[in-house]
């Protein structure tokens, strides 16, 4: 009966290298390179905006977590290599969006109908590989429900429980993470 227990917990603890190098993933898909970029930013400028948009500068970016982004004051289109290995198809697409975005900052009306009109989405996918990991985690000390956030919480408490406005009762704490290096099992689990 206790060996039925260890075999059920299999923790990958002591995984050879050979094991690790034997699960890769396939190759990313092979993304336009800059020059093709440019020749595309050169068709579309004369093709959807007559030739009006100024030269920018085009790069790829390893970091980015969206689609892409327009900087004005560098006068720079960043596509994202991350979200374009997982979506090739929509690296043109990403383009003529931030293409707009020199002349129409905001996801406006404007900025809609423009996108309508040259056929470039006006928001990008979503994929959990693109998402960040929330950098806190606040407990409702009544209710327990986890409310992930990115920024730090001053005055908050749970919607759930305090009606009409901030309920000191119910202040949102942070949740403790487990120290690193710790395994916690359940207590069945323990010896």
Same mark, same amino acid.
């Given at each position: 009966?206790?060996?039925?227990? %260890?075999?059920?917990?299999?923790?990958?603890? &002591?995984? =050879?290298?050979?094991?690790?190098?034997?699960?890769?993933?396939?190759?990313?898909?092979?993304?336009?390179?800059?020059?093709?970029?440019? *020749?595309? /930013?050169? $068709?579309?400028?004369?093709?959807? /905006?007559?030739? #009006?948009?100024?030269?920018? %500068? $085009? %790069?790829?970016?390893?970091?980015?977590?969206?689609?892409?982004?327009?900087?004005?004051?560098?006068?720079?289109?960043?596509?994202?290599? #991350?979200?374009?290995?997982?979506?090739?198809?929509?690296?043109?697409? %990403?383009?003529?969006?931030?293409?707009?975005?020199?002349?129409?900052?905001?996801?406006?009306?404007? &900025?809609?109908?423009?996108? #309508? =009109?040259?056929?470039?989405?006006?928001?990008?996918?979503?994929?959990?590989?693109?998402? @960040?990991?929330?950098?806190? $985690?606040? $407990?409702?000390?009544?209710? /327990?429900?986890?409310?992930?956030?990115?920024?730090?919480?001053?005055?908050?408490?749970?919607? #759930?429980?305090?009606?009409?406005?901030?309920?000191?009762? &119910?202040?949102?704490?942070? @949740?403790?993470?487990? *120290?690193?290096?710790?395994?916690?099992?359940?207590?069945?689990? =323990?010896?």
């Amino acid at each position: 009966m206790n060996q039925a227990k %260890t075999a059920t917990y299999n923790l990958d603890l &002591f995984e =050879q290298p050979a094991a690790r190098a034997a699960k890769k993933e396939p190759p990313a898909p092979e993304l336009p390179n800059l020059d093709e970029l440019r *020749r595309m /930013f050169d $068709i579309y400028n004369e093709k959807y /905006f007559e030739g #009006k948009l100024p030269r920018v %500068t $085009i %790069t790829y970016s390893g970091k980015m977590m969206v689609a892409g982004g327009y900087y004005p004051t560098r006068r720079e289109i960043r596509i994202s290599e #991350k979200y374009h290995h997982i979506f090739p198809d929509e690296v043109f697409d %990403t383009l003529k969006h931030e293409m707009i975005h020199i002349i129409h900052f905001k996801h406006d009306a404007v &900025f809609r109908e423009m996108a #309508k =009109q040259i056929g470039a989405s006006v928001r990008a996918n979503e994929h959990p590989s693109l998402r @960040k990991p929330p950098k806190y $985690i606040y $407990i409702c000390p009544g209710c /327990f429900v986890e409310y992930p956030r990115h920024k730090r919480l001053r005055m908050a408490s749970c919607g #759930k429980c305090s009606k009409g406005g901030f309920d000191p009762r &119910f202040k949102l704490v942070i @949740k403790p993470r487990p *120290r690193k290096g710790v395994i916690r099992l359940p207590l069945s689990a =323990q010896p």
